[in-house]
């Protein structure tokens, strides 16, 4: 008797691909950013972990992933955007997760401003005339900034 395995392999990728559909919503797209701790003195390290697999599977598949401190509330028009680290993401990392330490600077940090973590994700793109360009999208988490 012939057992032809592919229609069933052929059914259980589908599911796994399901299953991960699920878990991957267009939210999702730029990837998942999280770090510890959330309330930071300048001088202190804090992790950073960015999961790219939603990215990834969603086709955001980062060349770049920088992160920026961006005052978002009671800015007082002098809070630009403060680089935290600027990466070539490895797009061969499994899994594929892009983690280190940062060492929050001594920046221009203001009493009673409300600051948050941004991690651009930038990706490429075919654009219609054939260029290969590169744009970006955002996620970002609150930060507390303490004791300056
Ligand atoms: C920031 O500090 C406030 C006041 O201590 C606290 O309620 C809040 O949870 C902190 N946020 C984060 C992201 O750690
Ligand atoms: C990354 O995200 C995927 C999909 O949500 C999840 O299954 C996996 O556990 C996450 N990995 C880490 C290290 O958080
Ligand atoms: C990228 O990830 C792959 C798979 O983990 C690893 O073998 C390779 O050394 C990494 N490349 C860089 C530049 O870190």
Do not use: K
Request: aromatic share 12%.
């Amino acid at each position: 008797m012939r057992v032809n395995f592919l229609p069933i392999l052929a059914g259980l990728a589908s599911m796994a691909s399901a299953q991960l559909q699920l878990g991957c919503p267009d939210a999702l797209r730029y990837g998942t950013l999280a770090f510890s701790p959330t309330t930071v003195d300048p001088g202190a390290t804090f992790t950073i972990v960015a999961n790219m697999t939603c990215a990834n599977y969603l086709g955001y598949t980062p060349t770049y992933l920088d992160y920026y401190i961006e005052d978002t509330a009671n800015n007082n028009g002098h809070e630009l955007p403060t680089l935290i680290a600027r990466r070539t993401y490895n797009q061969s990392a499994d899994p594929p997760i892009d983690t280190f330490t940062a060492v929050l600077p001594s920046g221009f940090w203001f009493v009673g401003a409300e600051y948050q973590l941004y991690m651009y994700n930038s990706y490429a793109r075919t654009a219609p005339a054939g260029d290969t360009v590169i744009i970006v999208g955002a996620v970002a988490g609150s930060i507390n900034i303490t004791g300056y």
